[in-house]
């Protein structure tokens, strides 16, 4: 999985592919920004254990709020035309999934129903902005691309709330709502 | 008091995550004002009423002259660039026909001004040609603050007036449709969004009237 996790890493770290996917608003928003999360998560190890459940609850906080920052529409235009920035972007956004990946583990299935829920929100909310402003949000993408993103954001945000809340039934029904989901 | 302490130790990680999350979103978006790579602007720069930038143009007749000496009536400034296929052409459409509303009114207490962001590629004779094509209207100024200019350092005074400019990945020029109202005085009074109706600016200057 390590492996897997920096390959992906690496891979949207080429200049040719980070080219491509910053060139649109919803190749960035549905692609790059979600597989460089992803990556994080892949990249396994023993960090859950150093957690208890409040720390990991800080750390989760920070992971989430990394992700909201680089969801700024100034912090995207910046990272579109600085390389600079956007390796930093890159970097971060790898380093919340990480956070993520460790700091949910400790946590209880409730609270991990509701992370998946408020970030569903947040999602969901950034895609509304995108698909319903008449004026350009993000000064690098055109208008169109924009609301073409939001769309999209706006599906995949249905589709990701409707399997979480399907799966968190079925944890709640066999786990009950104390119990971890490793157990 | 032990419980109570077994809670505050509890509840520390996730609050000092809100507080250092809450202070790095406020201190980046200039206190949750500017979210937009345009607000941003508009807020970083200093409040009007102020003086324009010291720019100095050549207009399309071939006069010299530093915007902040623009005096004597009101003028409405925007900026573009003749190869623009973004708003460009839509301000200039709107400038026109405001332009031939003031001609209608036989108003002289209005005039417009076009400056161009892209200066190596819209020379004077250029900005002459297209107001020409306008049908040389009197009260349209199109001006350039010349080819020599360093095109970053005038993009930077503009920046600081309030307007976001900036150039995209193959070099061309990327900007805000934001539009200048600069008074008789030659102060810069405001700013709009996009063109403001005849109607509106007749309200703003209204306003102005003592």
């Known amino acids: 999985m390590k492996i897997l996790s920096l390959g992906l890493f690496v891979l949207l770290s080429i200049p040719l592919v980070d080219f491509y996917l910053d060139g649109d608003m919803a190749l960035q928003m549905l692609v790059q920004i979600p597989l460089l999360i992803l990556a994080g998560t892949l990249l396994t190890g023993r960090f859950s254990h150093l957690l208890d459940p409040p720390k990991a609850f800080g750390l989760f906080i920070l992971s989430l709020g990394v992700v909201f920052f680089w969801m700024i529409p100034r912090s995207l235009d910046l990272a579109v035309v600085g390389d600079g920035v956007d390796r930093l972007m890159h970097l971060c956004l790898f380093l919340a999934g990480l956070g993520l990946r460790t700091s949910l583990g400790p946590l209880n299935l409730m609270i991990r129903i509701a992370a998946g829920i408020y970030a569903t929100a947040m999602w969901s909310a950034f895609a509304l902005i995108l698909f319903q402003s008449p004026a350009q949000v993000c000064a690098r993408f055109t208008l169109a691309q924009q609301q073409s993103a939001g769309q999209a954001m706006l599906w995949a945000g249905g589709c990701f709330l409707t399997v979480h809340l399907l799966s968190s039934v079925v944890l709640l029904v066999r786990l009950g709502p104390k119990e971890h989901p490793s157990t | 008091m032990g419980q109570l302490s077994t809670y505050a130790k509890?509840?520390?990680?996730?609050?000092?995550?809100?507080?250092?999350?809450?202070?790095?979103?406020?201190?980046?978006?200039?206190?949750?004002?500017?979210?937009?790579?345009?607000?941003?602007?508009?807020?970083?720069?200093?409040?009007?009423?102020?003086?324009?930038?010291?720019?100095?143009?050549?207009?399309?007749?071939?006069?010299?002259?530093?915007?902040?000496?623009?005096?004597?009536?009101?003028?409405?400034?925007?900026?573009?660039?003749?190869?623009?296929?973004?708003?460009?052409?839509?301000?200039?459409?709107?400038?026109?026909?405001?332009?031939?509303?003031?001609?209608?009114?036989?108003?002289?207490?209005?005039?417009?001004?076009?400056?161009?962001?892209?200066?190596?590629?819209?020379?004077?004779?250029?900005?002459?040609?297209?107001?020409?094509?306008?049908?040389?209207?009197?009260?349209?100024?199109?001006?350039?603050?010349?080819?020599?200019?360093?095109?970053?350092?005038?993009?930077?005074?503009?920046?600081?007036?309030?307007?976001?400019?900036?150039?995209?990945?193959?070099?061309?020029?990327?900007?805000?449709?934001?539009?200048?109202?600069?008074?008789?005085?030659?102060?810069?009074?405001?700013?709009?969004?996009?063109?403001?109706?005849?109607?509106?600016?007749?309200?703003?200057?209204?306003?102005?009237?003592?």
Request: hydrophobic share 40%; net charge negative; charged share 15%.
């Open chain 2, 10 to 210: 509890a509840a520390f990680p996730g609050l000092a995550a809100l507080v250092l999350l809450w202070g790095g979103i406020h201190w980046w978006t200039l206190g949750y004002r500017s979210f937009t790579s345009y607000s941003y602007v508009v807020e970083s720069a200093a409040p009007m009423p102020k003086a324009p930038p010291s720019i100095l143009l050549t207009d399309q007749l071939g006069a010299t002259w530093l915007l902040p000496s623009l005096r004597g009536k009101y003028y409405l400034m925007t900026f573009g660039y003749l190869s623009c296929g973004g708003t460009c052409p839509i301000t200039m459409g709107e400038f026109y026909q405001i332009s031939e509303q003031l001609k209608a009114q036989g108003r002289t207490d209005l005039a417009l001004l076009t400056i161009t962001l892209a200066p190596k590629w819209d020379p004077a004779d250029s900005l002459h040609r297209v107001w020409q094509h306008y049908g040389a209207p009197e009260d349209w100024i199109l001006a350039t603050p010349g080819e020599g200019v360093d095109r970053e350092a005038y993009w930077e005074q503009l920046r600081h007036m309030g307007m976001w400019v900036d150039q995209d990945r193959q070099g061309y020029p990327v900007h805000d449709n934001r539009t200048f109202l600069i008074n008789p005085q030659g102060v810069l009074l405001r700013s709009f969004v996009g063109t403001p109706s005849l109607d509106v600016l007749d309200q703003v200057l209204l306003a102005e009237t003592p």
